[in-house]
């Protein structure tokens, strides 16, 4: 990381994979194999003692390790000769039973898991929050006309609270999908030199389900040293909200460009320019955009560590350790700027309004085309419409004028007439969307109910 990476993403980002967080979490696992090692009648109580206080009080260098993993080729390599020196002024009969049994994908990958349980802890924290900005936005604005817009052009009329509501629904797909996910990839990696934990003989399992519970992780039914698939169904689901936090970033950005102007952030001071004192940017959406872009590349890079072989992978592994760590922060830093982005929002309810009247009415041209297909068939009725709409934009006067004064609409009578003035009437266009809102807003009560 550098301080092109540092400034778009919160400011204690770095530290969920950090080289201290890394020490620890290998640490723990030497510590813990040891103690569960007594306790299985595998290796003696003072040995193992010896190696849980080592492992308490052990400060490492991260960078004597790494210059030391170049050489070794494994970074526990380094770990077990530096806990063993210590262990060599303390009680060095302990050494020949420290790692017993263990082998270096062990330790890095219950490390791994260990870092990934508290990023994903974190990660699902401000992923609530987003949430939890969302659906009470969506209540409140379940009536709130607004242009949609497709192909970034005005569409129909839909409802504020229908677009929260949908940005809301793939955030706790993802949320519900990270929880199942976690109980399957958070587990303990206890296998050995082979995976089959040939050196524990019987004693492994016990062991490993010892040690499982000490670190409150799962405890799977055999080593996954190259069998990757629950490990990166957990990582891709972060790849698949990364990809739903960008898309809520660019409609915000979208939306607070001062020609709609339709929402914009609370701080007037934030988004400054260098350059333009006027300019207000949407930072916070500009750092989920940065952060999330990202991640699609680490995940083909992750997925296309799999084919590890045999029992131990030769590069795939490494590369997939190298690179797990910034798919989780990358991910974290977007659910971070969206929840700012959220927390500082202003809707302009009048301005929706506004730019939904500017159009002169053109956007109620499906309903007004599909009424008057009954007095003068669909072809003439939508082209009309269609030239009608043209002109409406052009001379600034309500398509609805046009097309009453138009001596093809003569035939209809007052209530005919009345009939299809009423299709331009917001509240009743919006209507649609508020019953699908409504709709949105119960399921995800019941989901997050459930």
């Known amino acids: 990381m550098n301080v092109f990476t540092n400034y778009l993403l919160p400011q204690d980002a770095g530290t969920l994979f950090g080289d201290a967080a890394l020490c620890r979490a290998m640490l723990s696992f030497e510590s ?25 009080s052990l400060e490492l260098d991260p960078a004597a390790l790494v210059e030391a993993g170049r050489h070794s080729g494994a970074m526990a390599v380094p770990l077990v000769a530096a806990i063993a020196q210590a262990l060599q002024g303390t009680v060095p009969d302990a050494m020949r039973h420290l790692h017993y049994g263990a082998t270096t994908q062990d330790v890095v990958d219950t490390a791994q898991v260990l870092m990934t349980r508290h990023a994903c802890t974190r990660l699902l924290a401000e992923l609530d929050a987003c949430i939890g900005l969302l659906l009470p ?18 569409a129909q009329v839909t409802s504020w609270g229908l677009k929260c509501a949908q940005w809301a629904q793939p955030l706790q797909r993802s949320r ?17 030199a082979a995976g089959n934990l040939s050196t524990l003989a019987e004693a492994g399992d016990r062991v490993a389900a010892r040690m499982a519970a000490q670190l409150q ?25 990364s990809g739903s936090l960008s898309k809520i970033a660019k409609d915000l950005a979208l939306l607070s460009q001062a020609e709609v102007g339709e929402v914009f952030a609370r701080d007037a001071h934030q988004g400054g320019s260098s350059a333009m ?12 955009v940065a952060a999330s872009i990202q ?35 990358q991910a974290f830093g977007a659910t971070s700027a969206i929840r700012d982005a ?25 309903s007004i085309a599909h009424a008057l297909a009954a007095y003068l068939g669909k072809p003439q009725a939508v082209s009309l419409v269609r030239a009608l709409g043209a002109k409406a934009l052009q001379s600034h006067t309500p398509l609805i004028e046009l097309l009453l004064a138009d001596e093809a609409l003569a035939v209809l009578v007052p209530a005919q007439r009345n009939a299809v003035r009423a299709l331009c009437c917001p509240l009743l266009a919006v209507a649609p969307s508020a019953r699908l809102c409504g709709k949105l807003l119960q399921k995800c009560t019941e989901s997050t109910c459930s």
């Open 176 to 192: 519900d999908q990270l929880h199942t996910l976690s109980q399957h990839a958070l587990v303990l990696q206890l296998g050995g």
């Open 32 to 56: 813990t194999l040891a103690m569960a090692q007594v306790h299985e009648g595998v290796i003696p109580a003072t040995a193992g003692r010896a190696i849980a206080a080592v492992c308490a």
């Open 217 to 241: 992780l799962g405890c799977p039914d055999s080593s996954w040293h190259t069998q990757r698939d629950a490990w990166m169904r957990l990582g891709m689901e972060v790849a698949v909200l």
């Open 137 to 154: 936005m969506a209540r409140q604005h379940q009536c709130t006309p607004m242009l949609a817009r497709t192909l970034l052009q005005p």
């Open 342 to 366: 959220l927390a500082g929002l202003h809707v302009d309810a009048a301005r929706m309004t506004h730019n939904i009247d500017q159009l002169q009415g053109v956007i109620y041209s499906e």
């Open 277 to 288: 004192p006027h300019k207000r940017n949407p930072v916070a959406c500009m750092q989920a």
């Open 295 to 329: 991640v699609p590349h680490l995940a083909a890079t992750l997925l296309s560590t799999m084919s590890q072989a045999h029992e131990r992978a030769l590069g795939e592994w490494q590369a997939e350790v190298a690179v797990w760590p910034q798919l989780w922060v």
